[in-house]
């Protein structure tokens, strides 16, 4: 019924864009400014909790300022929340996700969370995978649109090309969800975007390293850098980068991507161990590139965690057991329970309120003792 109904509207909206152009806004977004509202509300029960307990127990320099951030954060949503579920208007909406791959443990979680969360919301989800390649995650959106789903959501693949076929979707009168990472399209193109603070992140892991390192005289780095062009490999480099890019002492030996996967994090590791025989710290954007990087650092005959120093973006289950092994050193939190979130935003679109342009997850961190303590409960 409501993909019928939505079917309609997606006619008489390509009609309506045929005679008068399709730049019409309908959309409930406000001006980029707002962008940087944020919604501590809306987060899953799951990251609140998790998140509060890590920030709540971190002696780590970093971690103080870290959630004193989210807390300002926080008081700066307001207006910023995420309607409550509207279980009715979800009961057999039919939403299209497109989603990234299955790059990492990371998006796995993911996945997981935002099939579980359609079910239990009775959501007909239909999901597709690009498996990296964004002229496929296109033609899943271009499907999504010619099908009238009443919703489509996505993560995009990389940060640029979006124009088109979010004008398209817009012309169609289909609402569109960003989730976990951004574009850099118009924001009236879209309803809103969920995910991390990325920038942050890396800011977070930056902060960690200048600490560890404080009465070092010099540090040799090497960078495993997630998708070229993703929003974050982008994002987390800038946040290292505004925190060690002035201190002389942090020397980048070396930064190369390794797809946020663990055989492209073990092979460039590999690269970077042959060339360079002095590496003191790995700052790695996700646990899986530095999960690969450990396999390469051992085979080299080298400690990772003790001979290199590892920071690591992510704590899914598979890092946190490796930070609380010793092997890594720090890892910021990345949250993908992003499900919760996403069905929240889509009611509220479809009962046609207004909802916050921006919608930031929060997170915390954990050094190698929070770790332990967190692992029997981690729920990825
Ligand atoms: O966009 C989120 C990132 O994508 C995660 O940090 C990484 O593991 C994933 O592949």
């Known amino acids: 019924m409501k993909r019928r109904l939505a079917v309609v509207a997606a006619v008489v909206a390509a009609l309506t864009a045929a005679a008068c152009g399709s730049n019409s806004d309908n959309s409930s977004t406000t001006s980029a400014g707002a962008a940087t509202t944020t919604s501590a509300a809306a987060t899953t029960e799951a990251m609140t909790s998790e998140s ?11 971690s103080a300022d870290a959630s004193a951030t989210d807390t300002a954060a926080s008081a700066d949503a307001g207006s910023g929340e995420l309607p409550p579920i509207n279980e009715a208007t ?19 979680a993911n996945t997981d969370d935002i099939k579980a969360t359609a079910e239990k919301y009775k959501v007909d989800l239909q999901f597709t995978s690009a ?21 489509i959501a996505f993560s995009p693949v990389v940060e640029t090309g ?9 012309a169609a009168n289909i609402p569109v969800i960003l989730t976990d990472r951004a574009v850099d399209s118009d924001p009236s193109l879209y309803k809103t975007f969920i995910g991390s603070d990325f920038i942050k992140e890396g800011e977070k892991a930056g902060t960690w390293a200048k600490t560890e390192f404080a009465d070092a005289d010099e540090v040799n780095y090497v960078v495993l850098e997630g998708t070229t062009g993703s929003a974050p490999a982008n994002d987390r480099a800038t946040g290292w980068d505004n925190i060690l890019g002035s201190e002389s002492k942090f020397k980048k030996l070396a930064s190369q991507t390794g797809d946020f996967t663990r055989d492209g994090g073990k092979k ?5 161990l042959a060339k360079y025989p002095n590496i003191d710290l790995l700052y790695a954007h996700n646990d ?10 051992e085979a080299a005959g080298k ?13 899914v289950k598979a890092g946190m057991e490796a930070l609380a092994a010793g092997k890594i050193n720090y890892i910021v939190e990345c949250s ?16 046609g309120k207004e909802i916050p342009a921006r919608v930031i997850t929060i997170e915390g961190e954990f050094n190698q003792e929070q770790a332990k303590e967190a692992l029997p409960t981690r729920k990825y």
């Open 90 to 108: 979800l009961d057999g909406a039919v939403v299209g996700f497109a989603q990234v791959g299955s790059e990492s443990g990371w998006r796995s």
């Open 288 to 297: 899986d590139m530095g999960l690969g990087a450990i396999e390469a650092i």
């Open 336 to 351: 993908p329970l992003l499900g919760e979130q996403l069905f929240q935003a889509a009611g509220a679109v479809l009962d």
């Open 52 to 62: 509060a307990s890590s920030d709540a127990g971190s002696s780590e320099a970093g």
């Open 131 to 151: 498996e990296g390649d964004q002229a496929k995650q296109i033609a899943s959106i271009k499907t999504f649109i010619t099908q009238g789903v009443d919703v």
């Open 268 to 272: 460039v590791m590999e690269g970077f």
């Open 303 to 315: 400690v990772p965690g003790k001979d290199i120093k590892i920071v690591t973006v992510d704590a």
């Open 162 to 170: 979006w124009d088109a076929v979010l004008q398209e979707a817009k």
